[in-house]
């Protein structure tokens, strides 16, 4: 379980109690990162482990750009407690997951993996989510 040190300190009791459900659902190794480095290493450490990432949607964003970088996304499943407001965790709402500590750390020990669609651009970077390209006349489109 890799817990974003932005989730930590905006809503620590969530993260709590996420931590409370999967550590008592399931044998869980934690690691509190300081850094994108320290996710890196904990992810290339895990072996056969499913990560599991608690925090908002830039958290996951980075985890799943991480995964598809080492070329192992398509072979591992990933599950997410979504921590933060609304607006930060609209994507794991629009994935499916609920936006509720408890009922997302359970989703993640009892749920079934559902795989998802991912765009990559050119550059190896990607897209999750939604994607607004501006038309001609300046206006955005999703």
């Known amino acids: 379980m890799v817990i ?8 620590g009791e969530s993260v709590r109690i996420a ?3 999967l550590c008592a659902g399931a044998q869980t190794k934690i690691c509190l990162p300081d ?7 904990a992810l290339a450490r895990r072996g056969g482990r499913r ?12 985890v799943v750009e991480l995964l598809h970088r080492q070329r192992e996304l398509a072979d591992a499943a990933l599950s997410v407690v979504p921590v933060g407001g609304a607006a930060t965790v609209a994507l794991a709402h629009a994935l499916g997951v609920p936006t509720d500590a408890v009922a997302a750390a ?12 991912l765009l990559v651009d050119e550059s190896g970077g990607v897209v999750l989510g939604g994607l ?4 001609g006349d300046g206006a955005g489109g999703t």
């Not at 974003?4 to 809503?11: E, G, Q, Y």
């Not at 850094?35 to 290493?41: A, L």
């Open 4 to 11: 974003d040190p932005n989730a930590r300190r905006t809503d």
């Open 19 to 21: 931590k409370d459900v």
């Open 35 to 41: 850094g994108p480095e320290e996710v890196e290493r």
């Open 51 to 62: 990560p599991v990432v608690v925090g908002d949607d830039r958290a996951l964003l980075r």
């Open 106 to 117: 359970r989703t993640v020990l009892d749920g079934a993996a559902r795989p998802r669609d």
């Open 132 to 135: 607004r390209i501006p038309g």
